[in-house]
């Protein structure tokens, strides 16, 4: 079987992406790291595939994407379209919510998370 999670030759990019977080990404790390959310531990910056996801909890097959205004590009939404087919075709659930939610209404976000992971047990 093919390894699909955290490719080596993506190690570096994901070490860059972790050091250089957006201040969404570091406000929602706050609240979703030491599995303060329904016990599930999540991971950032992790690899499926050649995509890097921003969080990613194995236990239920949750992904996070933190969309900045590039996001709202044409090109980029397009680019978000597949990454996120090629995840659902790994039974990947993807739910994406805006940097500025994030940053401005951080409680609906994190609110938005735990029903997920409700769902999800």
């Known amino acids: ?19 250089e977080a957006t201040d969404a990404e ?3 790390w706050y609240e979703l ?6 016990g599930k531990k999540f991971r950032r910056q992790h690899s499926v595939g050649k995509y890097i996801l921003d969080f990613y909890c194995p236990e239920v097959r949750l992904a996070i994407e933190l969309d900045g205004e590039h996001h709202y590009e ?9 990454r996120t087919e090629y995840l659902n075709s790994l039974k990947i659930k993807v739910i994406r919510f805006k940097n500025t939610d994030v940053i401005f209404n951080r409680d609906k976000v994190v609110s938005e998370i735990e029903k ?6």
């Open 116 to 121: 997920h992971l409700s769902k999800v047990g």
């Open 26 to 28: 570091k406000f929602l």
């Open 74 to 82: 044409v090109e980029q939404k397009l680019h978000d379209e597949k």
């Open 1 to 19: 079987m093919n390894k699909l999670h955290n490719l080596k030759h993506l190690k570096y990019k994901r070490q860059e992406l972790r050091n």
């Open 33 to 38: 790291r030491k599995s303060q959310l329904h």
